[in-house]
C-alpha cells in the first residue's frame, strides 16, 4: 500500500490586492484518488454555474485552483475559513500560492514514489540474478 499521509504546509504571503499579509498551515492529500478527482471536477462545474461551457478562461482558472484547494485541503488556516474556502478573498494571487504549494507536494510525493519504486526494482533484480 502506498504512503498517503496528508502533507502540512505553511504559507506567508501578502495579497496584492490588498497588501494584507495572510500567513498559515494547510495540511493537504497528497495525490487524488478516483472519488476525489470526479468530486474535485464537480465542485468545479458547480462554481461555473449552469452556463459552465460559456464560462471564460479565467473563471474556469480560478474554478479549477478553488476546487483543487477545496477537495485536498483537510486543514485550513482561520483566513482560508473565513474566505469561505478562498472564494472570497480578493487577493488572487493568494490562491495561486496555495494552489502552486498543494503541486509542489503531489510532485514531491510522485517523486518520492518513484524512488520508492526504484529502490524495488532494483533489490528484485539482485534477487533474481543472484539465483
Do not use: C
Amino acid at each position: 500500500m502506498i504512503d498517503v499521509t496528508p502533507v502540512t504546509f505553511n504559507i506567508k504571503i501578502v495579497g496584492e490586492t490588498t497588501g494584507e499579509e495572510f500567513v498559515g498551515s494547510f495540511k493537504v492529500k497528497p495525490v487524488l484518488h478516483q472519488a476525489d478527482q470526479l468530486e474535485r471536477d464537480s465542485i468545479m462545474r458547480n462554481l461555473l454555474g449552469a452556463a459552465a461551457a460559456q464560462a471564460s478562461p479565467r473563471a474556469v482558472s480560478q474554478a479549477l485552483l478553488l476546487a483543487e484547494i477545496q477537495i485536498r485541503a483537510l486543514e485550513t488556516p482561520n483566513f482560508w475559513k473565513e474566505a469561505k474556502n478562498g472564494l472570497s478573498l480578493f487577493d488572487e494571487n493568494v490562491m495561486a500560492h496555495v494552489y502552486d504549494k498543494i503541486q509542489e507536494v503531489e510532485k514531491d510525493w510522485r517523486t518520492a514514489i518513484k524512488k520508492k519504486a526504484d529502490a524495488a526494482r532494483a533489490e528484485l533484480e539482485k534477487t533474481t540474478i543472484a539465483r
